[in-house]
């Protein structure tokens, strides 16, 4: 192996590192957004609006991110949307992690049981005040560790946008095979900078999961 | 003459080719779920292990499988491993091993989740009835393990499924790559084929994969006691 190669590429790998972050970032964002929505909407089970939801989840999560993306930047250009690469993607993360975030907040939802609920209520609560104070606090509590594996997930998928040219991790490290046929050195570098980025996350994830294991009040 | 876009799918065997294309990566998902079918019972069973070492061999595989984008592990079989080995991997071939690796990783964990969920004393009444280690695996862990485990199972088919999509990147010819051929064949006389053929092959992954993750939420709902 080539390490002069290899040090002198590190920069590089840097600055499509924070292309990396910067896209997963505002994908989960974007995608907790969505799907905190479209959670609530199927929990209240909302005329007409959750049947849209329903089929956007079904959309989503049956097709592949890659079919996605060359969808929003190739496809919906000739029909006169022309998108940029950048926001393709970050569309795309968010069309994709949406319906995940969803699942992973109704699955919190369900989780609350209905004694809390009642309890609520007659107590006198609003509708919205047993949303905020009762509701959301335990949900949160429960769909934490889907949103931690969904956020790992995603950060994983922006691998895919190289396809669209984007400038992440595996477009440098395509970039310097086809530059240098270095192959294993700019692999080897991949390798290392997911494992940078991801294995501070996995390990905080766990012990988050460990903290919230026991959340779920009166089941 | 400016035609119809849509036309561009039943031109000649256009729609025919994108699901020959289809079919190529629905061979190599089809390899892999099978491989990873009977693979990942096995690490599943062996992650149940008493001993530490082989608990931790398999957590190690499992955890290094899953923090690695699959892309990446594509690249790195297809590229890499060939050229420090010195010998030649058709790019589907390459597939085949990276999916069946990933996927026996995930089922190994499905199994595992399965089989430590199962409340120990149907393990212990099935000791004390004097089954043997063997018997209480195939009467009494297995069948009820088995209910727990394939919705989810079916569940990481889909999946599969969907991520074989990444194979065009490392040059198999599917679905995606024949899409790119009958878009640049017919770009000068339908200038909007693009929309209309990644339209079609976003709707054929959706057809495969949607009765399957239907059928897995049936399944769930049904053995759900």
Redesign the interface.
């Known amino acids: 192996m080539d390490f002069n190669f290899m040090s002198a590429s590190i920069p590089l790998y840097i600055k499509a590192a924070k292309m990396t972050l910067d896209l997963a970032a505002w994908g989960i964002l974007s995608s907790l957004a969505i799907g905190f929505v479209c959670a609530l909407i199927g929990y209240y089970k909302i005329k007409i609006l959750d049947k849209i939801v329903q089929i956007y989840i079904?959309?989503s999560?049956?097709?592949?991110l890659?079919?996605?993306l060359?969808?929003l930047y190739?496809?919906?250009?000739?029909?006169g949307i022309k998108l940029e690469a950048y926001t393709c993607a970050i569309l795309g993360l968010a069309f994709l992690g949406g319906s995940y975030m969803s699942e992973a907040f109704r699955a919190g939802l369900e989780a609350v049981n209905k004694i809390q609920i009642e309890s609520g209520l007659s107590i006198g609560l609003t509708r919205w005040q047993l949303t905020r104070y009762v509701i959301l606090p335990q949900a949160f509590a429960v769909a934490v560790p889907a949103i931690g594996a969904n956020a790992i997930f995603l950060l994983?998928?922006t691998?895919?946008v190289s396809?669209i040219a984007l400038a992440d991790l595996?477009f440098v490290?395509?970039d310097l095979?086809g530059m240098y046929y270095k192959?294993?050195e700019a692999?080897?570098l991949?390798?290392f900078s997911?494992?940078i980025l991801?294995?501070p996350i996995?390990i905080f994830l766990t012990y988050i999961e460990r903290r919230v294991r026991h959340a779920g009040v009166g089941n | 003459m400016q035609e119809w876009g849509i036309s561009v799918l039943f031109e000649g065997q256009n729609l025919f080719r994108l699901v020959e294309g289809l079919s190529v990566s629905i061979r190599i998902a089809a390899v892999s779920i099978a491989f990873s079918a009977v693979c990942g019972i096995l690490l599943g069973i062996l992650m149940t292990s008493r001993y530490r070492l082989v608990r931790y061999g398999c957590r190690l595989y499992l955890?290094a499988i899953r923090?690695?984008?699959?892309?990446?592990w594509l690249?790195?079989f297809y590229?890499?491993l060939t050229?420090?080995m010195h010998f030649h991997l058709s790019a589907e071939l390459a597939s085949d091993i990276v999916f069946s690796l990933w996927g026996t990783a995930e089922m190994g964990d499905l199994v595992r989740g399965a089989i430590t969920s199962m409340p120990k004393h149907q393990t212990d009444s099935g000791f004390a009835i004097g089954l043997t280690k063997l018997q209480v695996y195939r009467y009494i862990i297995i069948p009820q393990a088995l209910r727990r485990l394939i919705p989810s199972a079916i569940n990481l088919a889909?999946r599969m499924i969907?991520?074989t999509?990444?194979v065009?990147?490392i040059g198999v010819v599917e679905v995606?790559k024949v899409g790119q051929q009958i878009?640049e064949v017919s770009i000068l006389k339908n200038?909007?084929?693009?929309?209309?053929?990644?339209?079609c092959?976003?709707f054929l992954?959706?057809i495969i994969?949607?009765p399957v993750?239907l059928f897995s939420k049936k399944l769930e709902t049904k053995w759900q006691q």
């Open positions: 079904e959309l999560r049956n097709t592949p890659l079919i996605q060359f969808f190739y496809g919906l250009a000739k029909m994983k998928e691998s895919v396809a595996m490290a395509k095979i192959t294993t692999l080897v991949l390798v997911y494992l991801l294995l996995s | 955890e923090i690695i984008p699959t892309l990446v690249f790195l590229f890499s050229k420090i889909t969907k991520t999509s990444l065009v990147l995606l878009i200038p909007t084929a693009s929309f209309w053929v990644y339209g092959i976003f992954y959706f994969c949607y993750s």
